[in-house]
């Protein structure tokens, strides 16, 4: 997958979620994702990270006016891997990748 090019003078506003923050019972049969928490947590990043456009300065004017116009942000996940280990699950087999697929779904 490519990435999308930012037009001249844009700007992206990134943050993640920690994954391994909503392993329930890790490391036993039971270890799960916590959805409900993973789907509720990512609505305040969301609003953060808009809001951070507001407050950001900029060194040039074009680019205030491109990042405020466009207001470009996106969210995205850190320890996917620790959080595959705590789940006992095998980095890339299918189960993970089906489940990294669900996880991404549900914060967009």
């Known amino acids: ?15 993640p979620l920690n994954l391994t923050r909503f392993v329930n019972r890790a490391f036993t049969a039971e270890a799960h994702i916590d959805f409900a928490a ?3 947590a990512a609505k305040d990043p969301v609003r953060l990270l ?4 507001d407050v950001s300065r900029f060194p ?3 680019q205030q006016e ?3 116009q466009a207001r470009r942000i996106g969210l ?8 595959f280990s705590m789940l006992g699950l095998v980095y890339g087999d299918h189960r993970s990748l ?6 991404m ?3 967009l």
């Open 76 to 83: 995205g996940v850190t320890g996917l891997a620790d959080a």
């Open 105 to 107: 779904q549900s914060i």
């Open 1 to 15: 997958m490519r990435g999308i090019p930012l037009p001249p003078y844009g700007a992206c506003d990134l943050g």
């Open 38 to 40: 993973l789907i509720a």
């Open 60 to 62: 040039l004017s074009e």
């Open 66 to 68: 491109r990042a405020r």
């Open 98 to 103: 089906a489940l990294a697929a669900e996880i």
């Open 50 to 53: 808009d809001n951070v456009i």
